[in-house]
């Protein structure tokens, strides 16, 4: 499926640098991603999809195109859009971004944060953003009931890699892409290998 002029059904890590820079809208809140992590499927073991299909990552498995959403800590919603082959459970996290539609809601749903901690992490961006689980397998091309929209960056950006943080497993393969210095960034947000 290509959306955004990207071919989701490449692999995670293909996928994941070309989303940054595009705009994710869902209702009034829109958020440019400026970092994404990409989780392959059973040969990385931090990715949900690694002990296989189940009930609750079935989303994950496709088709590409698709959004899907988990409870992070009990709490937390967080997103992924899922790519890669049908049925290889690939996905890439949206870690941060930049809220440049719909502020005044965003920052209702978060709180009293200045303007570029609103969505950085994936926690605060599925906030305000306003991920719930009742919007997984959403579409990510409008057709859906929620109207959920990826669309296409106006110019390829300058972006490095890394390691994925906040996880335990899989910690030095370098799937986190980022656009270096953006103050929406999760930390560290230093150079690990450019590209």
Known sequence: MILA???LGQP??????QLLGCVLRLGPVA???TEVEAYLSSGDPAAHSHRGLTR???QLFGPPGRLYVYISYGIHRAGNLVCGAEGTGQGCLMRGGEIIGGLAEARRRRGDVPDERLARGPGNLGRALGLTTDLNGEPLDGSGAAGLELRAREAEPEWVQGPRIGISKNTEAPLRFWLPGDPTVSSPR???AAV
Request: hydrophobic fraction near 40%.
């Open 190 to 192: 230093t150079r690990r």
């Open 12 to 17: 995670a890590d293909r996928v994941a640098p």
């Open 31 to 33: 958020v440019r991603l």
């Open 5 to 7: 002029g990207i071919d």
């Open 56 to 58: 609750s990552n079935a």
